[in-house]
């Protein structure tokens, strides 16, 4: 079983984590979002486990992977704190606003354990630079 995380539950994250939770052999093991109210609604509604930033998710779970569907200010400081805990990330387009940024959390994700963790992000084709493999079991940015 993969344990996923969803972060950031605007338009995006809503559509990833339905997604997510239809996947066979894939269990949520929690969503992150800034916004209590929304939290709480989903967590009646749902029954997942809620937290308000990824340092709460990890202080109780351990994702094998999360998808990162935040504003895209937000994306490298999140990317980066998920990767440092070795953990598999899917990041919704634009993967950073820098290329620079961009390029560090893909030198970063390389240098996690070989075996299974990963950057990616997508784009309009669906594909983006520096990429192989399939996400999460992989090591790739894509």
Not at 13 to 37: F, K, N, Q
Not at 114 to 140: F, Y
Request: net charge positive; aromatic share 4%.
């Amino acid at each position: 079983m993969v344990k996923v995380a969803v972060v950031g539950l605007g338009k995006m994250g809503i559509s990833h984590l339905s997604m997510v939770r239809a996947l066979p052999g894939v269990e949520v093991v929690g969503i992150v979002d800034s916004t209590g109210y929304l939290l709480g609604v989903l967590k009646k509604y749902t029954g997942l486990n809620t937290y308000p930033s990824i340092g709460k998710l990890l202080e109780k779970e351990r994702p094998d992977a999360a998808v990162v569907a935040t504003p895209s200010r937000l994306h490298y400081p999140m990317v980066r704190q998920l990767l440092e805990a070795d953990v598999s990330v899917f990041c919704e387009k634009p993967f950073t606003l820098r290329a620079v940024d961009g390029d560090e959390l893909v030198d970063l994700a390389r240098s996690r354990d070989s075996s299974r963790r990963s950057a990616t992000t997508t784009g309009s084709s669906g594909r983006s630079p520096r990429s192989s493999g399939s996400w999460p079991l992989e090591p790739s940015v894509r």
